[in-house]
């Protein structure tokens, strides 16, 4: 993204999560039944979302890749017509095996989850020596927000954007280290804000993707927290006390 950005700039997150994420992502936001998965519309999801992540020059696995042809290959199979000769067979349901591997993934995330929370609490326990536990710059929480998340925000920030109004077309006017200092320096001032609220000025899709772009680099880098009172509510972002926050 070069020649719009103002850098070449391709994202490489370590909230980024797996095709298995994004699927059991989708299914819980539309409260879909995990069994009984609705593959025309959950596959039609999918890709929007990988078209999306393509579009904002997201580094993605092929495992995400994989998972698309993987769907479209099931979606295809219950799009066939039944045995013209009337023949009842057996054939297990496309979906099964997609199912199973939701299911497991799907355990065996709250397994870690669970151990994570012990862990936390014990980290909280002084041993008999009265040591005191180690923290490392490292150990920063962004909470439940998932890049998903923002994905799912930033796409209802896009349909609001009309493009058909007129604008003027400036050469290069808009660039991630611009947008990371006009952040920045939001944040100084403000001890939150709103994510939609930073694109409310924007005057066209290319400078939302950059803003955009702007704020992983900054989640990246922990200069940021993200937060969601609520899930698939609205997601707010502050500056994290932990680091000095300079562009």
Avoid: W
């Avoid at 580094?59 to 219950?78: C, E, H, N, P, Y």
């Amino acid at each position: 993204m070069s020649d719009r950005t103002g850098m070449d700039y391709r994202i490489r997150l370590e909230l980024f999560e797996g095709p298995l994420d994004l699927l059991l992502y989708l299914i819980k936001r539309d409260e879909l039944n995990i069994c009984d998965i609705p593959i025309m519309k959950i596959t039609q999801q999918y890709l929007d979302y990988l078209n999306l992540m393509e579009d904002l020059n997201l580094d993605i696995a092929g495992d995400f890749l994989v998972m698309a042809a993987t769907l479209m290959q099931i979606k295809s199979r219950m799009l066939l017509p039944p045995d013209p000769a009337g023949l009842e067979t057996q054939e297990e349901d496309p979906r099964a095996e997609l199912v199973r591997r939701l299911l497991e993934y799907k355990a065996f995330k709250e397994a870690a989850e669970r151990f994570r929370e012990l862990e936390s609490k014990q980290s909280g326990v002084f041993g008999r020596f009265g040591s005191e536990p180690e923290y490392k710059d490292d150990d920063v929480s962004f909470g439940d927000v998932s890049l998903f998340d923002l994905l799912s925000a930033f796409a209802k920030v896009l349909k609001s954007i009309n493009e058909d109004k007129p604008h003027e077309i400036l050469k290069d006017e808009y660039t991630v280290a611009d947008k990371i200092h006009d952040i920045v320096e939001r944040l100084k001032s403000e001890t939150t804000v709103k994510f939609s609220r930073l694109f409310r000025a924007a005057k066209n899709k290319l400078e939302a993707i950059t803003t955009f772009l702007a704020i992983l680099e900054l989640i990246r880098l922990k200069k940021v927290l993200i937060v969601q009172d609520e899930q698939f509510g609205e997601i707010e972002i502050s500056k994290n006390s932990n680091f000095v926050l300079e562009d």
